[in-house]
């Protein structure tokens, strides 16, 4: 039987090389755990945003928000303390410092889901498995669970302990969509991408008034 299908952000980290919470960062005109949660609901049954006790004051999705409650080191408390709350559901998870995340990479993964294995995930142009952008069954999670409990934290070691359903980058066609996957860390590496967004709404605004002005002058010829 397949489980139901969640969504998680991850953004229970302290951020302590960006300087400032990555969650909070606007790359698409909102707060990036709330722009992923939104792209998760889209494909997911429900979705969370995982935090650290105490992490927001404000939450705007106060319902939806799951709080790290099991005592693990970094991303893993946040999927075990989901876990924890909804034992019989799978998550689509994704990590708060993924910028470049659409909507067609959540449901092309969702597609390949393949839900007798442990996890269904991609690995990297540099052959690495990543974890938090990946679809984790409940066997996967219980496994998780177990084997944090004897204090093996790294998932390129963990990951060929489970059954993982590993997908390739070959399906996207050139550079700029393997580029997904690529997550952001420092304040200046944020800056560019913010900019690098600003730009190319600008000329989207710029296209579409363009468009807009030529379909004005062909139905006035056709007049």
């Given at each position: 039987m397949t489980a139901v299908l969640y969504g998680l952000v991850l953004s229970g980290g302290r951020s302590e090389r960006m300087g400032t919470d990555k969650g909070n960062i606007k790359y698409h005109n909102k707060e990036q755990r709330i722009h992923l949660a939104n792209l998760l609901d889209q494909v997911c049954d429900r979705s969370f945003i995982s935090h650290r006790p105490g992490q927001y004051s404000d939450f705007d999705r106060k319902n939806n928000s799951i709080e790290d409650s099991v005592d693990c080191p970094g991303p893993v408390s946040g999927l075990l303390s989901a876990h924890l709350e909804h034992s019989n559901a799978a998550f689509l998870v994704v990590a708060c410092d993924m910028p470049f995340i659409q909507l067609k990479h959540l449901e092309q993964l969702v597609s390949k889901r393949l839900s007798s294995s442990d996890i269904t995930l991609y690995r990297n142009q540099n052959f690495f498995f990543e974890p938090f952008f990946a679809i984790w069954e409940p066997s996967g999670l219980t496994l998780l669970n177990q084997l944090a409990i004897d204090q093996k934290f790294s998932f390129q070691r963990i990951i060929p302990q489970l059954k993982a359903?590993?997908?390739d980058?070959?399906?996207?066609?050139?550079?700029?969509?393997?580029?997904?996957?690529?997550?952001?860390?420092?304040?200046n590496e944020s800056d560019q991408v913010q900019v690098q967004n600003a730009m190319?709404?600008?000329?989207?605004?710029?296209?579409?008034?363009f468009r807009e002005t030529q379909k004005l002058s062909e139905t006035d010829q056709a007049t």
């Open positions: 359903n590993v997908l980058l070959e399906e996207f066609d050139n550079q700029s969509e393997n580029n997904f996957l690529r997550s952001i860390n420092s304040k190319r709404s600008h000329q989207l605004q710029i296209n579409a008034k």
